[in-house]
């Protein structure tokens, strides 16, 4: 199955821009731990998966009645926001989730990708 | 299959037993071999449905439950075919996906499938992602094959919500992909811990006591009980399951008192402890020596082994006096020290001044935050006997206001005069 995974808030992980370049740094090695754990283990594979920009550099895409208006800013007035994703093929959520634990502890939301040709 | 002469009503009853006993089982095996939790709740009902019609003309099968999986399995390859005809693939295709789960099983767990299978289910079931209302639901129906009419009437919802409930989560199990699979080391003893809310979330549906069909209510909870058994027949030492059977069986022990013959509310003090069930109590007792108490436990664990000591100390009391309640005072205090909620807070109080006198339990209740009807009738009860009967009927009266069960409300009015 594919997944998409969000990386929709801080959680206990706190904010990367509050972190000294120590910490940073050992919120990175998570994410290589992350992977590496992916490529080993049998049937996981990350087929993408990118950091996103800041919700100051977000632009939302709207149309209405063909007509399309952007307006800066995030979609949804939430106060966490998407800071990145993942695609990863995985055989089950508990794979998914037992891989996704190596990550820094944010708040992650896991969608199935449907597969439309089924 | 001979046909003998019994008459239909035997039938039902070997219907009913194969359903109690072997449902949990016929459904690991299913979901095990088809990996197609939402076809196999269908098939498992139709083949009842079946048995129902049949058994009383053909003659009792020699073996219920393997009739029973022989007609559920048809209907699921039926369906499976359906599907692979819809979708225009070759039909072939389905008995290769069905010869390939079964190889799979068989060769990812040379031990004992079958109740490898029974923790998979029972674990799907609880899966956290789920959440408890539809993991309660789906655990009844599909672990202990608890008819949905009988699992909307205990939850009190309608038969329709309730089977759109099951559904959803059915749905969900397929969508999302959660596996039927034992879970990783670290993360098998969180989802033991989600399984046990679960069965508590199941059990207390039925304990808290409501209007309507206690006795059914009381059913509830011992199906909640059987879930619990369940899982410790797979793991016999699991710290939060052995807990909180503990916890279970001495609440329910004193269902058949908790009412008397009007279907009024009776009190602890007053009940008749002749009627409490003593081969559960003593279980739960033995259960709370067990080794598997005795080393590092979870929060969740400590909350229900806790709560079944203070349980236990009523249960062996000889008398209502003779309860020890200073001890009971104590284990509240190491309750609500573990984040237990309001609601202990409270009990510590009647606690309190039972041990101490009403003043001091009047002193206790004033810290207590609980919303509802509860502290209000507590209230009532220690001004009362400090001799403030004004007082106690204006707390009784607001208790009465805010209470919204029919049998407690009966109970408080009775106490307002």
């Known amino acids: 199955m594919k997944y998409l995974v969000l990386l929709i808030g801080e959680g206990d992980a706190g904010s990367w821009e509050a972190m000294t370049a120590e910490q940073q740094g050992a919120e990175m090695e998570k994410f290589e731990a992350f992977g590496a754990a992916c490529a080993q283990r049998d049937g996981v594979e990350i087929l993408g998966g990118e950091a996103l920009g800041g919700p100051d550099t977000m632009t939302v895409m709207r149309t209405r009645a063909g007509a399309v208006s952007l307006t800066d800013g995030p979609y949804a007035e939430s106060v966490e926001q998407l800071g990145g994703f993942y695609l990863v093929e995985a055989p089950d959520l508990d794979t998914l989730v037992d891989l996704l634990r190596l990550l820094p502890a944010y708040d992650i939301q896991i969608s199935p990708v449907v597969d439309i040709e089924a | ?417």
């Open chain 2, 1 to 417: 299959m001979t046909p003998d002469r019994m008459t239909p009503r035997p039938y039902a009853a070997a219907l009913q037993d194969v359903v109690r006993d072997d449902w949990g089982r016929l459904a690991a095996v299913l979901t095990g071999q088809f990996r197609r939790l939402d076809l196999v709740e269908d098939a498992l009902g139709d083949a009842a449905e079946a048995a129902a019609r049949r058994w009383p003309s053909d003659g009792l099968p020699e073996r219920p439950a393997a009739w029973l999986l022989t007609v559920a399995r048809r209907r699921i390859l039926d369906q499976l075919r359906a599907e692979a005809m819809a979708a225009r693939r070759h039909p072939l295709l389905v008995t290769d996906a069905e010869h390939r789960a079964e190889r799979s099983g068989v060769m990812a767990d040379p031990g004992d499938l079958i109740d490898d299978d029974r923790l998979r289910l029972v674990l799907l079931c609880t899966h956290p992602a789920l959440g408890t209302e539809g993991a309660a639901a789906l655990a009844l129906r599909l672990v202990l094959g608890v008819s949905t009419h009988d699992i909307a009437r205990l939850f009190l919802v309608s038969e329709p919500t309730m089977a759109a409930r099951i559904t959803r989560a059915k749905k969900k199990i397929v969508a999302c992909g959660l596996p039927f699979g034992i879970p990783s080391a670290t993360a098998l003893p969180e989802r033991l811990e989600a399984m046990a809310a679960t069965a508590y979330l199941a059990f207390t549906a039925g304990y808290a006591p409501a209007s309507g069909d206690a006795l059914l209510r009381a059913d509830l909870s011992g199906e909640a009980i059987r879930l619990v058994r369940v899982g410790l027949s797979l793991r016999p030492n699991e710290p939060v399951l052995v807990a909180l059977l503990a916890l279970m069986l001495l609440q329910h022990s004193r269902r058949d008192a908790r009412l008397d013959a009007a279907g009024d509310l009776v009190l602890l003090p007053d009940q008749d402890r002749t009627r409490w069930h003593a081969t559960e109590i003593d279980e739960a007792v033995a259960l709370l020596t067990s080794p598997a108490l005795r080393g590092p436990i979870t929060q969740q664990t400590a909350l229900y082994a806790v709560q079944a000591r203070i349980a236990a100390e009523h249960a062996l009391a000889p008398t209502s006096p003779a309860t020890r309640w200073t001890r009971i005072v104590a284990l509240y205090d190491v309750l609500l020290d573990l984040g237990a909620g309001p609601s202990a807070a409270l009990a510590r109080a009647v606690a309190v001044a039972e041990a101490a006198g009403p003043a001091a339990g009047l002193a206790a209740l004033a810290t207590v935050t609980l919303p509802g009807h509860r502290p209000h009738a507590a209230r009532g009860e220690f001004l009362a006997r400090l001799g403030d009967h004004q007082g106690a009927r204006a707390a009784y009266e607001e208790a009465v206001a805010l209470c919204d069960n029919d049998v407690e409300r009966r109970h408080l009015r009775a106490r307002v005069r």
